[in-house]
C-alpha cells in the first residue's frame, strides 16, 4: 500500500463548499518595493520542477511570489493553505480546484470523487490527473503558500509523489516558514530544485531606503534608514512595525536608537507568529538560551543541563526560527537581533531569576573552552565581578597573543574602577589600547602610572620585574610617538632587562626600536628589528606580530626602492591578517602600505581600493592614526585623477587627524607634503595663482628642521616639498643645490626610492636653469633605477614639464639602433598623456599620430612581414638576415610605438596610418 493511500478519504467537509478567496493571488500594493534580484531569480522556475521559497515569518514570501506570478506571463494557480488542509481530500480538492481555474475541465472528474464514500485511492486519483495536465500546451505555475501549516504524513506523501510525476510543462512553488518533509536533497542533486531563502529575501540597505521613505512615507536620513537596516537584518516586517511606530512621531532618532525586539509591535508579532506556535520544549531552549550572543551545541548543552541541543538546533534552523549560522560548517550560531531581545524580554517576564545561573553556566563553559573574553562577559552578567576580573587580568598576555585585547578590554570596561586598579596588567595593555586606538597619551600615562605603583608594592621577584618591564615598552611608544630618540632607547633597553622571555609585549619593543630606527633613516637596525619582531611572533603563535612584521618590512623595501619585493611583502602581511578576522588594524595597514605600491604602479583604481578596505577596517579595529594616513594617501590618487576638490577633501580629513593627536613625523610629513602638491597644482589654475602659492611659499619660508635634525625620513620629505616650492619660484639654482645635497645624503642612506624622487626633480631644476645635458643626466640616472622596479608616477606626478623633457631624451636618441630606456619612457609619456603630443622636428605619417622617433625604412618592412604573420625566422629568410636582427628590429619598433608585442605592434601602426 502506498504511504499516502490513507484510509481517511472517507466523507469530508470536501462536500461543501470551497473557499474560494483562499485561491486568489494576493494583490500586489501600488508601492511596493520591486526587486528585480529576486524576480530575476525566480525566472529560473520553469527550469526545474520545484521551487522552495522558505524564510521566517514577516520575511516577504508571499509578496514576492504575487508579485512575481504577475509579470511571468504563463499560467499560474494559487492556493492558501491553513491548518484545515491536512486532510489530504481537503487539501487535493482545493489544488485540482485552483488548477482547473486557469485550465477549465482539467480535475473532472477526480475532484468530484474526492471524499466519496468509495473514493479510489488518492494515488490513482492523481496518476489520473497528471496524465491530463501532460496534454498543457503552456508553462503552469502552481504555488502553496503557508506550507509549513501542514504536518500530515499523508499529505507530504502525496505533494512527493506529485513531484515525482510532474507533467513537463508544470512546476510547483512552495512558500512555507520551514523547511517540508520532501525529497529536497535528491532533487537538489539532480538540478530539478531553486532556493530562495531568508538571507535572499532580506532587504538590502537601498531597499530598506525605498521601503521606509516611499512605501511607508517617511522622511528619514541615511543614518536612521542604515541604523534600522542593521537592526532589523533587512527583516521585512521589523522594518514595517518599526515605520508604523514612528509614523506621527517628533523624536524620530531617540526611537532609531532605542529599536528593539522589546517594542510592542515586534514583541506581539514575534510571540504571536512565532513563539507561541512552538512545542513547549523547543520554547524552553530558546529562552534558556537567549543569553548567549553567539553559540554551538556543547554549549547550549551545558547552559541548558540537557542533552540534544545538536538536533534541536537543526530543528531551529529548519523551522526558519531566525537563527543564523556563522560559519560554513554549521557548528557556531546566533539569533536575529530583535528575535534575541524578544527572548530575553519573555524570559525576565517568565523566570527572572533564572539569568544569572544561565550566565553562570555559559561562564563556566567559556573559560574552560579558552574564550576568555566572552566568559567576562557572561560572568559580569551574572554579578560575578570578581571572578571576571580575575580573568581578565590572568589572561590579558594570551588575548594580546592571539589578536583579542581589544574584546578583553571592552569587557574589563565594564568592572568597578576599584577592580581594575588590581589588575595592572590589564591597565598596561589597556594603556597600549588608548595609543593605538585614540591617541589618547595622556590617559595612558595615567594607566601606566597606576601600573607601575602596583609593580613597585609587589614583593621583588620575576612578576614585579615583569611588570615594570611592560610599563617601560609602552612609554617606549610614547616616546615613538613623540620622537624622543634617546627616550626610546632607554625605554627599551629598561623593557628588554625586565620583560619575561615569552612576554607579548617584547614585540612591542622590537616594532618601536624599529619605527625609531626608520625615523631616523637607520634601514638597517630598522629591517633588524623587525625580522626579531617576526621571529617572536612566530615562536609565540602571534599572527599580529608577523603580519605587523611584513608590513613594516614593506616600508623599509619601498623606501630602498624595491617595489616590488615591498609588494609581495605586503601581499604576505594582507594574507596573513584576513586569515584572522580580530586583526582588522593590520589589514588596515597592510592595504595602506599596498596602495602606495599600487599608486607608484600607477594602479590608480587598485590604490583607492586598497584605501577604501583600509578604512573599513580601520573603523572596525579602532585605529586613528591610520584614518590620517588614508585620507593623505587618497589626497593623492585624487590629485592623479584630476580631481581636486576630492583630493583638498581627503586632505582637510587627513589634518584633522594629525592636528587631534600625537602621530608619528612620518605620518605629519607625508600629510604636509600632500598639500604641499595641492597647493602647487591649485596655484596652476587661472584663479588659483595669487592666492595659493603665497600659502606654499609661507610654508616654505616658515619650515625649520627639527632641532637635532635625527629624524631624516620625515625631514627629508619636508625639506623635498620645500623644494617644490622653490622650483615654482623659479629659484632653480637655490633648488638645484640643495637637491644635490639630499640626493647623496639618500644615496649614502640607501633610500633608493628617495633618491628616485629627489634625481627626476634635480633633472627640472638643471634645465630650467639652462643646463640641459646636466638635466638628462640626472634624469638618466634616475630612470636606470626606476625602471627594473616599474615606478611610473614619480615621473608623471611631475606634470608637463617633466613630460617635455622625457620628449627631448627621445629626440636626442634619433638616428640610434636603440636608445637605452627607449620603451619605459615611451611608457612614462603614454601614463601622462603626453604621447599624443609628441611633434617639432620629429613628424610623422600624414594625418596620424607624431611619433618622437620615426620607424626606418627597415623597421616598417619588417613591421609589415609581421603583420602579413610572417614568423621571425620566414621573415629573416625573406628579408636574407638573421632572426637575431629580425628581433632586434621589432624591440625597437615596439619601444617607438610604446607597446609590449607584436599584436599591439601592428594594431599601433594601423592606428598612425604606417599599414
Known amino acids: 500500500m502506498h504511504p499516502f493511500a490513507s484510509d481517511s478519504l472517507g466523507p469530508v467537509e470536501v462536500r461543501s463548499p470551497l473557499l474560494t478567496t483562499k485561491l486568489y493571488i494576493p494583490a500586489v500594493r501600488p508601492n511596493t518595493v520591486s526587486r528585480p534580484r529576486l524576480l530575476e531569480r525566480l525566472g529560473g522556475a520553469l527550469a526545474v520542477r520545484l521551487t522552495l521559497v522558505s524564510a521566517p515569518a514577516g520575511a516577504g514570501k508571499s509578496t514576492l511570489l504575487s508579485e512575481w506570478l504577475r509579470r511571468a506571463g ?75 501549516v501542514i504536518e500530515a504524513g499523508a499529505v507530504h506523501a502525496a505533494v512527493g509523489f506529485l513531484l515525482d510525476n510532474l507533467p513537463p510543462q508544470l512546476h510547483l512553488v512552495i512558500a512555507t516558514r520551514t523547511d517540508p518533509p520532501l525529497p529536497l536533497a535528491k532533487l537538489r542533486a539532480r538540478g530539478h530544485l531553486l532556493e530562495v531563502r531568508g538571507d535572499d529575501l532580506r532587504f538590502t540597505r537601498s531597499e530598506a531606503a525605498v521601503f521606509l521613505q516611499q512605501t511607508m512615507g517617511l522622511a528619514l536620513a541615511a543614518e536612521e534608514v542604515a541604523a534600522l537596516e542593521a537592526r532589523t537584518e533587512g527583516w521585512i516586517a521589523g522594518l514595517q512595525m518599526a515605520a508604523l511606530s514612528m ?18 509591535h515586534i514583541f506581539d508579532y514575534l510571540v504571536e507568529e512565532v513563539l507561541d506556535q512552538q512545542p513547549e520544549d523547543v520554547q524552553e531552549f530558546l529562552l534558556q538560551t537567549c543569553i548567549l550572543e553567539r553559540f554551538t551545541a556543547p554549549l547550549c548543552e551545558a547552559v541548558t543541563g540537557r542533552p540534544g541541543a545538536l538536533a534541536m538546533l537543526e530543528v531551529l534552523e529548519r523551522r526558519n526560527l531566525f537563527v543564523v549560522a556563522l560559519d560554513h560548517e554549521r557548528r557556531w550560531y546566533r539569533y536575529h537581533p530583535l528575535f534575541a531581545d524578544l527572548l530575553r524580554s519573555r524570559l525576565r517576564q517568565r523566570h527572572p531569576e533564572l539569568e ?32 571576571a576580573a580575575r580573568l581578565a587580568e590572568s589572561q590579558v598576555d594570551s588575548a594580546y597573543i592571539a589578536g583579542h585585547c581589544s574584546l578583553l578590554w571592552a569587557e574589563a570596561s565594564r568592572l568597578p574602577l576599584d577592580l ?32 607601575e605603583a602596583a609593580a613597585e608594592a609587589q614583593a621583588p621577584g620575576p612578576e614585579a620585574r615583569d611588570l615594570l618591564g611592560m610599563v617601560a615598552a609602552v612609554r617606549a611608544c610614547i616616546a615613538d610617538l613623540q620622537g624622543d630618540e634617546a627616550g626610546v632607547q632607554r625605554l627599551a633597553e629598561q623593557a628588554r632587562a625586565n620583560l619575561a622571555e615569552r612576554n607579548p609585549l617584547r614585540g612591542v619593543v622590537a616594532f618601536t626600536l624599529g619605527d625609531m630606527a626608520f625615523q631616523v633613516g637607520d634601514l638597517e637596525r630598522a629591517e633588524c628589528e623587525w625580522r626579531e619582531l617576526r621571529r617572536l611572533g612566530r615562536a609565540l603563535g602571534a599572527s599580529g606580530m608577523v603580519a605587523s612584521a611584513a608590513r613594516a618590512l614593506m616600508a623599509v623595501e619601498e623606501t630602498r626602492g624595491r617595489l616590488r619585493a615591498a609588494l609581495a611583502l605586503g601581499h604576505e602581511a594582507l594574507t596573513i591578517a584576513q586569515a584572522h578576522p580580530e586583526l582588522q588594524r593590520e589589514v588596515a595597514n597592510a592595504n595602506i602600505y599596498l596602495s602606495h605600491i599600487l599608486y607608484e604602479q600607477d594602479d590608480l583604481q587598485g590604490a583607492e581600493r586598497a584605501l577604501r578596505d583600509a578604512m573599513r577596517h580601520a573603523e572596525a579595529g579602532g585605529s586613528f592614526d591610520a584614518a590620517v594616513a588614508i585620507h593623505t594617501m ?23 587627524g594629525v592636528a587631534g593627536g600625537p602621530v608619528t613625523s612620518d605620518l605629519a610629513a607625508e600629510c604636509a607634503a600632500a598639500r604641499v602638491r595641492l597647493w602647487l597644482a591649485q596655484s596652476r589654475l587661472p584663479d588659483g595663482a595669487v592666492a595659493l602659492l603665497p600659502a606654499a611659499e609661507r610654508w616654505a619660508d616658515e619650515w625649520q628642521a627639527r632641532p637635532g635634525g635625527r629624524l631624516v625620513w620625515a625631514e627629508e620629505l619636508e625639506q623635498i616639498a620645500v623644494l617644490r616650492v622653490r622650483l615654482a619660484q623659479g629659484r632653480w639654482q637655490e633648488a638645484a643645490g640643495s637637491l644635490s645635497s639630499l640626493a647623496a645624503q639618500a644615496g649614502a642612506g640607501g633610500r633608493t626610492g628617495r633618491l628616485i624622487e629627489i634625481l627626476a626633480l634635480q633633472a627640472l631644476a638643471w634645465r630650467a636653469q639652462g643646463e640641459p645635458e646636466r638635466g638628462y643626466a640626472a634624469l638618466a640616472k634616475a630612470l636606470t633605477l626606476a625602471e627594473p622596479e616599474g615606478y611610473v608616477r614619480v615621473f608623471v606626478d611631475e606634470g608637463s614639464a617633466m613630460a617635455r623633457l622625457l620628449k627631448e631624451m627621445l629626440i636626442k636618441a634619433r638616428g640610434r639602433q636603440s636608445g637605452r630606456h627607449l620603451r619605459y619612457v615611451h611608457r612614462l609619456l603614454a601614463a601622462s598623456g603626453a604621447r599624443a603630443a609628441c611633434a617639432g622636428a620629429l613628424a610623422g605619417p600624414p594625418g596620424g599620430e607624431a611619433l618622437v622617433e620615426p620607424l626606418s625604412e627597415r623597421e616598417l618592412e619588417v613591421l609589415r612581414l609581421a603583420a602579413e604573420g610572417l614568423s621571425n625566422r620566414e621573415i629573416a629568410a625573406r628579408l636574407i638576415v638573421t632572426v637575431g636582427t629580425v628581433k632586434t628590429h621589432l624591440h625597437n619598433v615596439y619601444g617607438k610605438l610604446g607597446v609590449e608585442g607584436r599584436m599591439q605592434a601592428v594594431a599601433r601602426a594601423r592606428a598612425l596610418n604606417l599599414l
Open 420 to 451: 581594575t586598579a588590581r589588575c595592572p596588567r590589564l591597565r598596561v595593555h589597556a594603556a597600549l589600547r588608548c595609543l593605538y586606538s585614540q591617541g589618547d597619551v595622556g590617559e595612558a600615562e595615567a594607566l601606566l602610572s597606576s601600573a
Open 74 to 148: 504563463c499560467l499560474s494557480a494559487w492556493v492558501s493553505l491553513d491548518a484545515a488542509d491536512n486532510d489530504p481530500a481537503r487539501f487535493f480538492a482545493y489544488v485540482m480546484t485552483a488548477v482547473d481555474d486557469v485550465v477549465p475541465g482539467s480535475a473532472e472528474p477526480e475532484r468530484a470523487l474526492l471524499g466519496l464514500p468509495d473514493c479510489p485511492p488518492l494515488e490513482s486519483l492523481l496518476t489520473a490527473w497528471l496524465n491530463r495536465l501532460c496534454a498543457l500546451d503552456r508553462p503552469l505555475l502552481l504555488v502553496l503558500d503557508d506550507y509549513h
Open 247 to 264: 509614523q506621527g512621531r517628533d523624536d524620530v532618532a531617540a526611537f532609531v536608537r532605542a529599536f528593539s525586539g522589546s517594542h510592542r
Open 356 to 387: 544569572p545561573t544561565l550566565s553562570l553556566r555559559a561562564a563556566d563553559w567559556c573559560e574552560r573552552n579558552g574564550l576568555i573574553g566572552e566568559a567576562m562577559r557572561y560572568a559580569v552578567g551574572a554579578q560575578d565581578i570578581e571572578r
Open 634 to 656: 587618497l589626497a593623492r590618487v585624487r590629485l592623479a585623477q584630476g580631481d581636486l576638490t576630492g583630493a583638498a577633501e581627503a586632505l582637510c580629513e587627513a589634518e584633522r
